[in-house]
């Protein structure tokens, strides 16, 4: 069992910056690749990036690659999401998951396959 407890989100302006914290409990973190998710009032869940158990593994989505890093500390069992260079677009509440992996290669971008979720926090960038 995986608990996930996001935090970090606020209002930001148009070009500002935030940074997300996801902290998970459990002795295995480091078993598990990680991923952020977001979803927008009355739209789907959209995946935004994914890390894998190592680290060296990283994958985003069109939409923020180039402003959004995802990186993960194994030994505070956290994954954190930097944003930089937020839009309006970007307002949404920001989900992180984790999906136990035997490959440190393992990311993926389908929500269906991850095993724990957190509750979210919200972002809002205003214009």
């Known amino acids: 069992q995986v608990q996930l407890v996001e935090s970090g989100g606020g209002l930001v302006q148009t070009g500002g910056s935030l940074r997300l914290s996801c902290a998970a409990s459990?002795?295995?973190?480091?078993?598990?690749?990680m991923g952020w998710f977001r979803q927008a009032p009355g739209k789907e869940r959209d995946f935004v990036a994914a890390i894998s158990w190592s680290g060296d593994i990283t994958n985003y989505a069109d939409s923020v690659k180039g402003r959004f890093t995802i990186s993960r500390d194994n030994s505070k069992n956290t994954v954190y999401l930097q944003m930089n260079s937020l839009k309006p677009e970007d307002t949404a509440v920001y989900y992180c998951?984790?999906?136990?992996?035997?490959?440190?290669?393992?990311?993926?971008?389908?929500?269906?396959?991850?095993?724990?979720w957190g509750q979210g926090t919200q972002v809002t960038v205003s214009s």
């Open positions: 998951a984790a999906v136990l992996s035997t490959s440190e290669y393992y990311t993926t971008r389908a929500a269906q396959l991850y095993d724990y």
């Open positions: 459990g002795r295995t973190f480091s078993s598990y690749a």
